[in-house]
C-alpha cells in the first residue's frame, strides 16, 4: 500500500493510460512561457502608449485650456499679428507658443497658438481687411450669447477664459477731458484699448479722434446720438423702447460712420458697437448686426465686486454706486488675484469725467492698474484680438461700406 501511494505521487492515471512526470513539466513551462509573453506584450503597449501621450502633452496645451484659434492671421490695432490653427476636435495634436509683442520690448506674454498664413487686417482705427479663412465656432469661450447662422455672436461681454488676456475700453460719448492723460498712459506702457466714440463725440473733437486711431488703437461704434434703446432707465426692464427699430438703429450707427470718414481723414470703425447706456437686448442685437456690428459690453456680474464696470461715470458721492479710484483698483486687483480670474475680461472705462476733484477721478489709477495686472500675468490687448483668441470671426460679418 505504502508503494502504491508513491507511485500516485509520480504518475496520473487517465482512460489513455498514464502521463509522465516529464510531460507534465513540459507541459507547465509551456503554458508559463506562453502566459509571459502575453503580459510581456500588454505591458510594452500600455508604456508605449504612456510615452506617446506624455510625449504630446510636452508640446500640446490641454484640449479643455487651448485657446480656440483660426484658419487665418490677423492684424489687429494693436501692431503684431495673431494666427491661430483651427482645432477641430481631436484633430490638433500640438501648438506653439507664440509671443505676441504690443508691450514695451523688455516684456513679453505668451499665448498659445499655431502660425497660419496671413489673412486680415486692422490697423489704427480702419477696418478695411483683406479677405482671409473663416474661424471656426468657439469650442470653449465664457460668453454663451446667441449666435447668427456663421456661428458668429450677436454680442459678446467675456472672451475665452483660456487665455491670459483683458481688453481696456473706453466709451466717448460727450466729454474728453480725460482722454490726455488716458492716452499719455496708454503710450507710455505700449497698450492698445479699444474706444467706443459717438457721432457727437467725433464731431466735436476730431484732433482726439485722429491721435487715438494714429496711436493704433481700435475704434468702435458708440451710435451717432447716444440715444436710450430699451426701457431700463425706467422700469429696469431691458424692453425695446417705443420709437426704436431695425431702421432707426441702422440709422444711428450709419451716421456715425459717416461722420468718422468725413471728419476724421477717412477712419472706419472695426465691426464692433456698443449700446449707450449698456441699454440692449437679443432684438436689438440682432439689428446692428444685420448692419454690420457685434455687440461689445463688458464682464457682467450679480454685484459691482464681480464686474468690470468701473463705476467712473458715476458722480454723485452720496450715490451707493459711487466708487472712488482706490475701490476700482482694489476690485480689479482683487478679481486678478484668482488664478485667470481676469482671463478674457472687458473693463468699461471712459474718455470723459464728471467728477471735479481729481483724486476722485477714476482715470488716475489706470497706469497703477496697468503695471499691476501686467505683474500678475495678464496682458492688455484690443476687443478684436480678445475675439480672436475666442475664435469669433468677424470676417463673417457683413462690414463693406462705400461712402
Given amino acids: 500500500m505504502q508503494r502504491r501511494r508513491a507511485s500516485l505521487k509520480f504518475h496520473i492515471s487517465t482512460n489513455r493510460g498514464t502521463v509522465s512526470p516529464k510531460v507534465i513539466v513540459a507541459t507547465a513551462a509551456l503554458f508559463l512561457s506562453v502566459c509571459a509573453s502575453v503580459f510581456t506584450f500588454l505591458a510594452l503597449t500600455k508604456v508605449e502608449t504612456w510615452m506617446k501621450s506624455n510625449s504630446a502633452g510636452a508640446h500640446a496645451a490641454p484640449a479643455a485650456n487651448r485657446p480656440v484659434g483660426a484658419a487665418a492671421g490677423y492684424q489687429y490695432g494693436d501692431g503684431p499679428s495673431f494666427s491661430a490653427a483651427a482645432p477641430v476636435e481631436n ?9 505676441v509683442t504690443d508691450t514695451p520690448p523688455e516684456e513679453t506674454f505668451s499665448i ?4 497660419a498664413p496671413a489673412g486680415t487686417e486692422m490697423s489704427g482705427g480702419s477696418s478695411r481687411r483683406r479677405p482671409g479663412g473663416h474661424i471656426p465656432p468657439p ?9 447668427s447662422s456663421g456661428g458668429v ?15 481696456l475700453t473706453f466709451d466717448g ?32 473733437y476730431p484732433q482726439i479722434v485722429t491721435r487715438i486711431a494714429a496711436e493704433g488703437h481700435e475704434l468702435g461704434n458708440h451710435t451717432m446720438n447716444h440715444p436710450h434703446l430699451t426701457t431700463y432707465a425706467e422700469n429696469r426692464a431691458q424692453t425695446t423702447r417705443p420709437g426704436v427699430s431695425r431702421a432707426s438703429l441702422a440709422g444711428e450707427l450709419t451716421a456715425a460712420e459717416r461722420l468718422l470718414f468725413e471728419r476724421a481723414g477717412n477712419l472706419r470703425f472695426a465691426p464692433l458697437w456698443r449700446a449707450p447706456f449698456g441699454e440692449y437686448n437679443r432684438e436689438i442685437c440682432e439689428w446692428a448686426f444685420s448692419a454690420g456690428y457685434i455687440h461689445i459690453g463688458w464682464r457682467q456680474g450679480g454685484s459691482w465686486r464681480v ?12 450715490s451707493p454706486a459711487y466708487r472712488t479710484p482706490q475701490e476700482v483698483f482694489d476690485k480689479i486687483a482683487a478679481i486678478a488675484q484668482t488664478p485667470g480670474g481676469l482671463n478674457g475680461g472687458i473693463i468699461l472705462m471712459h474718455l470723459g469725467t464728471e467728477r471735479a476733484r481729481r483724486s476722485e477721478q477714476v482715470h488716475t489709477i489706470l497706469g497703477k492698474l496697468i503695471d499691476t495686472l501686467r505683474g500678475m500675468g495678464y496682458k492688455p490687448v484690443t476687443v478684436s484680438t480678445l475675439l480672436y483668441h475666442s475664435g469669433i470671426d ?8 462705400d461712402f
Avoid at 455672436?153 to 481688453?167: D, E, G, I, R, Y
Fill in 139 to 147: 469650442q470653449s469661450s465664457s460668453q454663451t450669447s446667441p449666435r
Fill in 173 to 204: 460719448g460727450s466729454s474728453a477731458n480725460a482722454a490726455g492723460d488716458i492716452l499719455d498712459t496708454l503710450a507710455s506702457r505700449g497698450v492698445k484699448s479699444t474706444v467706443f466714440l459717438t457721432g457727437a463725440f467725433i464731431k466735436r
Fill in 112 to 115: 498659445q497658438s499655431t502660425p
Fill in 394 to 401: 468677424i470676417d463673417m460679418i457683413d462690414f463693406d461700406k
Fill in 91 to 99: 484633430t490638433v495634436a500640438e501648438t506653439n507658443a507664440e509671443t
Fill in 307 to 318: 464686474n468690470l464696470d468701473s463705476n467712473d461715470w458715476v458722480t454723485d458721492e452720496s
Fill in 153 to 167: 455672436p450677436f454680442m459678446f461681454n467675456n472672451a475665452s477664459t483660456a487665455v491670459n488676456l483683458f481688453a
